[in-house]
C-alpha cells in the first residue's frame, strides 16, 4: 500500500506545480491565498511534505478544478 501512496503524492505533487505554474502564480502568492507558507508549498511540489484532504479541497477550490483532478496523471 505505501508504493500506491507515494505514487500518488508524486501525481498529486506534479499536478499542483503544474496548476501554479500555468496560473502564473508564485509560491509565495500561492501560500498566501491558501493561508500557508511558501516553505510548505516548495516542500510540497518537491515531494519532502504530503498534503492533507482539507488543503487538498483547498487548492482544487483556488484554482477551480474538480478536487479528483489533482489525482489524475
Partial sequence: MENNDTQYYDIISANI???RT???????KMAEKLNCSREFISRVE?????????MLLKIAELF??????????
Fill in 17 to 19: 506545480k503544474k496548476l
Fill in 22 to 28: 500555468a496560473a502564473k502564480l508564485s509560491q509565495e
Fill in 46 to 54: 518537491n515531494k519532502k511534505e504530503r498534503v492533507s484532504l482539507n
Fill in 64 to 73: 477551480n478544478v474538480n478536487p479528483k483532478d489533482l489525482f489524475n496523471n
